[in-house]
């Protein structure tokens, strides 16, 4: 615990270093910069890791549901069945990062059967679910497109020290909220500020993807078009 609160220490001392308005490129450059590494590629954001192999860094360009899965963190973290977080900030552009506990992948047999006990509301996990419910409706209520609960398998992971933890439950409706930004994007203008969307055309789709690049920058002008229109109605 004590190494922890040191980390967490460290790592809260970097982020005050960087500029108030450091975006998702700002605050990978500096990480690769401290000697960082990358070590993954989402959907919704990429991973680093830690010098000395202790912690992970995950940064996304757009991610309104950082905040929550940040909360939970720090609220269920006397479960030990979720992962330390070191320090977590919002960035210019409505990216997210979060330091983490270094985690390693479980065979997936071992992870369905803990997500199973999440599902049922196990004894073991009561006082978990208690928290991860509570928080997600706090995110449904707040956020536009919030997605149900994501349970699967890939999101239970392991500590260097054994703990099984669950990691990234809570994600933005993409399919729907790509699909409105498109077809409706008066809408998803009127509903998320444009600090908060900036880069939403930027997240990697490493899993889902790729995306090419003339459709990302179609959409962007497609918004681009529905914020001028709000503005010039303002």
Request: charged share 25%; aromatic share 6%; hydrophobic share 45%.
């Amino acid at each position: 615990m004590a190494m922890r609160t040191e980390l967490a220490g460290q790592y809260q001392q970097m982020l005050a270093r960087l500029d108030r308005q450091a975006d998702h490129r700002d605050v990978e450059q500096a990480l690769l910069t401290a000697g960082w590494t990358r070590c993954g590629t989402g959907d919704w954001a990429i991973a680093l890791r830690s010098p000395d192999g202790t912690a992970a860094a995950r940064i996304s360009p757009f991610d309104p549901t950082g905040p929550y899965s940040a909360e939970l963190y720090r609220q269920a973290a006397h479960t030990r069945q979720v992962p330390a977080l070191f320090a977590h900030r919002r960035l210019a552009g409505g990216g997210d990062l979060q330091l983490l506990e270094w985690l390693q992948h479980v065979p997936e047999a071992e992870a369905v059967a803990f997500r199973r006990l999440i599902a049922d509301k196990a004894r073991e996990v009561a006082e978990l679910v208690d928290i991860i419910r509570c928080v997600h409706e706090q995110a449904q209520r707040a956020l536009p497109w919030c997605g149900p609960l994501d349970l699967n398998p890939t999101n239970v992971m392991r500590t260097v020290d054994g703990r099984l933890v669950v990691i990234d439950l809570f994600y933005a409706d993409g399919p729907s909220l790509y699909k409105a930004a498109a077809t409706d994007p008066n809408l998803v203008v009127a509903l998320i500020p444009e600090a908060e969307r900036r880069f939403m055309t930027e997240i990697p789709l490493g899993a889902s993807g790729p995306w090419a690049s003339a459709e990302r920058e179609a959409l962007r002008a497609i918004i681009a078009a529905a914020d001028a229109r709000k503005a010039a109605h303002q």
